[in-house]
């Protein structure tokens, strides 16, 4: 499924998305590691604050966390802010980037390290600004709020979409891959360790039918649409594979480039350079290795084995060793500039058949003259070209 829709939320209408407290599950810090990760995008970045997700009411007990875009005329970033149960608070803004401007989507990322007593927030997988955890973390009793503080306060001019809230901490690298270099992971290629301990998800894929508003998760944490905010079709990015790699049943080895493994058994690649052993493969969007029953290791290059079972290759060298293969028509193996070596085996031709011995010999543009006779027996010769 791809991505197709996001949040628009309009601050002069006062729109925004809620969940009672009472109604929520696990979309609270307590004493707990906790992370927010998701897409951004706003229409204004005017003085003062923007709502991106808290749970938040300006009262002791009910002040948690706050997510929020900061412009305080001097620097235009993303504020995080974490309170205790009566007044103390701790707060980083993402220092590390340029100032925010309008209709451009930022991947954020915000955590509560309980463990390490440190808090922390960064842009589009950026070098995440950190400060001291020295207050004492709960479970605050404010409804929580997407685009608005309790509904009254900090509105949001902008989009929002794919977000999700953990009950631990995101490591750094579990972050670059959901950023995945600005192209996004959909939820669905979420693997079992990014799903551990994940309290809600929203994709704000909205069709008609209410689903914009449904959390993705066990816990339900579906949300309540407050004045009418709208779902439209600027979205981040709309898929999350570049080079799908499909693996049938068997173990094997990828070395070389990152990658990921996805509970459907497709390997998500970036650009690079890697080596597949051990088993029959396919390498699809374009860049398609399809292979019989077999071992080979193929290096070096994107490279084609249609389903003619002929091979074309792009520039550069590579080697493909021990399969059965067979040529096409003609007995020609295509490739462009390069050079590779094949070892065959169980190679046929069935369409010079004659009921009785034939000889048939031609030379082609390498000057290769090869001879044949019945389907029982084949004679070939070849022959340089001086």
């Given at each position: 499924m791809d991505n197709t829709k996001s949040l628009n939320l309009v601050a002069a209408s006062s729109q925004f998305m809620s969940i009672a407290d009472a109604s929520q599950t696990g979309l609270e810090i307590s004493t707990g590691d906790f992370t927010i990760v998701g897409w951004v995008k706003f229409d204004t970045v005017a003085a003062g604050y923007q709502t991106i997700t808290c749970k938040y009411d300006n009262s002791n007990g009910k002040r948690e966390y706050f997510l929020f875009m900061n412009n305080d005329e001097s620097t235009i970033d993303i504020g995080w802010r974490v309170m205790d149960a009566t007044t103390g608070d701790n707060e980083i803004k993402s220092t590390n980037q340029a100032d925010l401007v309008v209709d451009t989507w930022y991947f954020v990322y915000a955590y509560v390290d309980n463990t390490g007593n440190t808090i922390g927030v960064s842009v589009n997988d950026g070098t995440v600004s950190t400060t001291a955890l020295t207050i004492t973390t709960h479970a605050g009793t404010g409804n929580f709020g997407i685009g608005a503080q309790n509904g009254a306060a900090n509105f949001m001019n902008g989009n929002i979409d794919e977000l999700g809230i953990w009950t631990r901490k995101l490591s750094a690298a579990e972050a670059t891959e959901i950023y995945n270099s600005g192209n996004g992971l959909l939820y669905e290629?979420?693997?079992?360790?990014?799903?551990?301990?994940?309290?809600?998800?929203?994709?704000?894929?909205?069709?008609?039918?209410?689903?914009?508003?449904?959390?993705?998760?066990?816990?339900?944490?579906?949300?309540?649409?407050?004045?009418?905010?709208?779902?439209?079709?600027?979205?981040?990015?709309?898929?999350?594979?570049?080079?799908?790699?499909?693996?049938?049943?068997?173990?094997?080895?990828?070395?070389?480039?990152?990658?990921?493994?996805?509970?459907?058994?497709?390997?998500?690649?970036a650009v690079g350079t890697f080596t597949l052993t051990g088993i029959d493969v396919a390498l699809s969007r374009g860049k398609m290795i399809v292979a019989g029953v077999g071992a080979f290791t193929l290096t070096g290059i994107d490279a084609t084995i249609t389903s003619a079972r002929s091979m074309v290759a792009a520039v550069g060298a590579f080697t493909l060793t021990g399969i059965d293969t067979a040529f096409n028509i003609g007995w020609n193996m295509v490739a462009s500039v390069g050079t590779f070596v094949t070892s065959l085996k169980s190679l046929f031709i069935d369409y010079w058949k004659d009921e009785a011995e034939v000889s048939t010999s031609w030379t082609d543009e390498s000057a290769v003259t090869t001879t044949f006779t019945d389907e029982s027996a084949v004679t070939t010769t070849w022959k340089d070209k001086d």
């Open positions: 290629d979420y693997d079992a360790g990014l799903l551990t301990s994940l309290q809600g998800y929203w994709r704000f894929d909205e069709d008609g039918g209410g689903e914009g508003l449904l959390d993705e998760t066990a816990n339900n944490n579906d949300l309540t649409n407050n004045n009418t905010a709208t779902f439209v079709t600027d979205v981040p990015f709309t898929g999350s594979i570049a080079y799908e790699i499909i693996a049938a049943v068997g173990a094997f080895t990828l070395t070389g480039i990152a990658a990921i493994l996805t509970s459907a058994r497709n390997i998500v690649a």
